[in-house]
T-cell receptor
Framework: DSGVTQTPKHLITATGQRVTLRCSPR?????VYWYQQSLDQGLQFLIQ???????AKGNILERFSAQQFPDLHSELNLSSLELGDSALYFC????????????FGPGTRLTVT | DAKTTQPNSMESNEEEPVHLPCNHS???????IHWYRQLPSQGPEYVIH???SNVNNRMASLAIAEDRKSSTLILHRATLRDAAVYYC???????????FGKGTKLTVNP
């Protein structure tokens, strides 16, 4: 158990819909990261927040957005969903801004039908 | 993002040491070398990381070549639980994002 929690575990929704994935970091961790893992693209970095502020952006689509709240939990919002958005979405957290180890949650499996 | 090259797959026997190689010839002076692994149906798991010197922790050892163009992850006694995909990743100085490649799929035979 990494100490990072993600909800929900599974999500099935239809194309065009909007969903919110939630992540609670390990106690004391200030950085939260979101990654997407699909069969064809592998594991891809989406976005990082550090202490409430966006710190780095990766291959995140404009239809996707994220935020980190004052209690440090984070949400990833996915809108206008397409079949290709079906993937595992992982959240990770680390101590702060720096080359610290990242602890990954169990992931949310999103299926778009 | 600096690139790493790893073998697609490796096999080992239980209770034997495993040396997983990684080439990173374009590494720059501030790039950290990270290793993560992903067991089936789980999220990635941190293994070890280092900058210039060799590193040891309870899970593994990281041996970094003197010119830093390659590194080796050493599992001292493989167990069946070590069967996973192992990723060697470089993080550029000042960046915490991890850019995952395809990794090495390690099979451990009983």
């Amino acid at each position: 158990d990494s100490g990072v929690t993600q909800t929900p575990k599974h999500l099935i929704t239809a194309t065009g819909q909007r969903v919110t994935l939630r992540c609670s970091p390990r106690s004391g961790d200030l950085s939260v990261y979101w990654y997407q893992q699909s069969l064809d693209q592998g594991l891809q970095f989406l976005i990082q927040y550090y202490n409430g502020e966006e710190r780095a952006k990766g291959n995140i689509l404009e239809r996707f957005s994220a935020q980190q709240f004052p209690d440090l939990h984070s949400e990833l919002n996915l809108s206008s969903l397409e079949l290709g958005d079906s993937a595992l979405y992982f959240c990770a957290s680390s101590r702060g801004a720096g080359p610290y180890e990242q602890y990954f949650g169990p992931g949310t499996r999103l299926t778009v039908t | 993002d600096a690139k790493t090259t790893q073998p697609n797959s490796m096999e080992s026997n239980e209770e034997e040491p495993v040396h997983l190689p990684c080439n990173h010839s374009t590494i720059s002076g501030t790039d950290y070398i990270h290793w993560y692994r992903q067991l089936p149906s789980q999220g990635p798991e941190y293994v070890i990381h280092g900058l210039t010197s060799n590193v040891n922790n309870r899970m593994a050892s990281l041996a970094i070549a003197e010119d830093r163009k390659s590194s080796t992850l050493i599992l001292h006694r493989a167990t069946l639980r070590d069967a996973a995909v192992y990723y060697c990743i470089l993080s550029q100085g000042g960046s915490e994002k991890l850019v995952f490649g395809k990794g090495t799929k390690l099979t451990v035979n009983p």
